[in-house]
């Protein structure tokens, strides 16, 4: 493992990870192979410029599989890590579309390309979304029944399924990664915690779907890219690891902690229409994870704290984003959801 495709790697937790690897590995080579749709934006990955020829960025589609495979060839790429996908689960109610081609076609593409090219690995990033809405005081194992409930997830499973049967019938080496909800830097504003930061820096509303009691499990970015470094180096073949912190936090609750971070008052909570087939609660038991060495470094207060200081130090990032194809979004999926 040595020259590594990153797809995706111009977004969040992509840019985070092709940092960490970059930093962490002096030898090896992080090529990212990126569409560049409005969440893909090159100035994530300007530290990486700095390191030379470890480093190069591709636009491209994983969708094309001849874009696919000349970057490979070109790379002599041996391991193809895939963040590569739609990821907005609002936005994959609103427009379906996108989120089955990348989701679905883009990752069995990059699978094909792998199997043709004799790759060593192929690491798919996919999400605790995947077992859908989880009861108290159940957590999710990775043995559990998949039981996705939006267009987002239920690709995401797809995916899965894909990989898993490569492994089965191609022999193709994979493993799958589970993560929780990260938070952390360049983490696009549509996004809860984002998008509640930088509307309280703005004194604008802060929009709570429904009741604000369903609960996710908030973890920093870096913990989650430790994550699947140990499930590269150390994961078995043809098996799906959770990673996330096991602490649950309700959005309202996060949400009065952002305020306060910030001093601004409680009362720029909105509540508005809740999300369609909104998942109550999402649950991981990690210890798999944990079993091979891994341990999460951020509780979820010291990740908040970091968040919500970046995007108070980085304006400049955010505020340009919240503009053109941002602002029509913004007001398609809020105005009737305010009423
Ligand atoms: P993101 O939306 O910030 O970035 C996605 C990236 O994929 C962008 O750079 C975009 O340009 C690129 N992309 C989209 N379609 C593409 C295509 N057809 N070809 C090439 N590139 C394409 O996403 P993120 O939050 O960083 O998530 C990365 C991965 O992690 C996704 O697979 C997501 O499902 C998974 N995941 C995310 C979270 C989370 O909390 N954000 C948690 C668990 C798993
Ligand atoms: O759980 C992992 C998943 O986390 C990833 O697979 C997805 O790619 C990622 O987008 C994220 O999905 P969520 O739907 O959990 O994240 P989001 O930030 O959109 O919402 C977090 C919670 O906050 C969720 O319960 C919905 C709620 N929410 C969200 C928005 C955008 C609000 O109450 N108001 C909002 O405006």
Request: proline share 29%.
């Given at each position: 493992m040595h020259n590594l495709l990153v797809t995706g790697g111009a977004g969040f937790i992509g840019s985070n990870f092709v940092h960490y690897m970059l930093e962490k590995y002096s030898d090896y080579r992080i090529i990212v192979f990126d569409k560049l749709t409005y969440a893909g934006r090159l100035e994530n990955l300007a530290r990486a410029e700095a390191f030379g020829p470890r480093y190069a960025f591709v636009q491209g589609d994983i969708c094309d599989m001849a874009a696919v495979r000349q970057v490979v060839q070109q790379y002599a790429i041996d391991t193809i890590i895939n963040f590569a996908a739609e990821t907005h689960v609002d936005r994959s109610i609103m427009t379906p579309d996108a989120v089955i081609a990348t989701n679905v076609n883009g990752t069995w593409v990059l699978l094909e390309v792998a199997r043709e090219q004799q790759l060593e690995r192929f690491h798919q990033i996919s999400t605790d979304e995947v077992y859908g809405a989880i009861p108290v005081p159940q957590r999710s194992k990775e043995g559990d029944p998949l039981e996705p409930r939006s267009p987002y997830s239920a690709s995401k499973a797809g995916a899965e399924h894909l990989v898993y049967a490569y492994f089965v019938t191609y022999g193709l080496p994979v493993t799958t990664t589970r993560g929780s909800n990260n938070i952390g830097?360049?983490?696009?504003?549509?996004?809860a915690v984002p998008l509640f930061t930088t509307n309280a820096l703005d004194n604008l509303p802060v929009p709570i779907y429904g009741d604000g009691l369903q609960v996710r499990d908030y973890q920093y970015v870096f913990d989650h890219c430790e994550g699947i470094d140990l499930v590269l180096h150390k994961g078995e073949l043809g098996e799906f690891y959770n990673v996330g912190t096991e602490v649950e936090t309700a959005n309202i609750a996060m949400a009065h902690k952002i305020l306060d971070l910030l001093g601004k008052p409680h009362s720029l909570i909105t509540y508005v229409t809740d999300r369609a087939g909104h998942d109550r609660r999402y649950a991981l038991d990690c210890s798999k994870l944990r079993a091979l060495g891994w341990q999460s470094r951020h509780t979820f207060d010291q990740a908040l704290e970091l968040t919500v200081r970046w995007y108070v130090d980085n304006e400049a990032w955010w505020r340009p984003i919240k503009s053109g194809e941002y602002l029509e979004y913004y007001r398609k999926q809020y105005d009737e959801r305010q009423g």
């Open positions: 830097p360049f983490h696009y504003p549509e996004k």
